[in-house]
T-cell receptor, first 113, second 116 residues
């Protein structure tokens, strides 16, 4: 069965620091890739997605992610975080011949003012 | 922007009772899903639904669970006899059908189910 691994369980950083969250998946075929954010008490919101084309995708709120096919990775980055980026971040993968998303365990990001 | 609407936002029920969680997917979407997130754990797939039938379900989705699209707009998840371990946030999602196989999902705001 395929799996999605997020390397960090909890990341704590200061405002203006750079953020990088790792995500690896185990599926060998063609996939759609997603990063979702969940602010405290709120629902899942799509940050960005990759279907095909340029492996560097830009999302909302200044986030970007890079798909490296050879490494089965889709890492999320933000050059300078804000306090409002405090949230839980989920990587999700869908093989294109499947209906369902598989989520990683999530990374809690705490940004200190 | 179109939304997936879920009601209620929070449901408290006694163990053994039946609950129905409701969702209104985006109107032109044809695939519907339920996911759940137990507190502190990852989001888990429960079931997908297309063309008025279940297309896939996970091991979690046992005989206690059922889904229905009763009236062409609502998509419901029923838990027949709730257990304490059913306490979780339940998310509904919908997606469009795409010939290119590339499509995203829109999630609802979730229903927090607490079984006491």
């Amino acid at each position: 069965a395929q799996s999605v691994s997020q390397h960090n369980h909890h990341v704590i950083l200061s405002e203006a620091a750079s953020l990088e969250l790792g995500c690896n998946y185990s599926y060998g075929g063609t996939v759609n890739l997603f990063w979702y954010v969940q602010y405290p008490g709120q629902h899942l919101q799509l940050l960005l997605k990759y279907f095909s084309g340029d492996p560097l995708v830009k999302g909302i709120k200044g986030f970007e992610a890079e798909f490296i096919k050879s490494k089965f990775s889709f890492n999320l980055r933000k050059p300078s975080v804000q306090w409002s980026d405090t949230a839980e971040y989920f990587c999700a993968v869908r093989p294109i011949n499947d209906y369902k998303l598989s989520f990683g365990a999530g990374t809690t990001v705490t940004v200190r003012a | 922007e179109p939304e997936v609407t879920q009601t209620p936002s929070h449901q408290v029920t006694q163990m053994g009772q039946e609950v129905i969680l409701r969702c209104v997917p985006i109107s032109n979407h044809l695939y519907f899903y339920w996911y759940r997130q137990i507190l502190g754990q990852k989001v888990e797939f429960l079931v997908s639904f297309y063309n008025n039938e279940i297309s896939e379900k996970s091991e979690i989705f046992d005989d206690q669970f059922s889904v229905e699209r009763p009236d062409g707009s609502n998509f419901t998840l029923k838990i027949r006899s709730t257990k304490l371990e059913d306490s979780a946030m339940y998310f509904c999602a919908s997606s469009e059908v795409s010939q290119s196989f590339n499509y995203g999902y829109t999630f609802g705001s979730g229903t927090r189910l607490t079984v006491v």
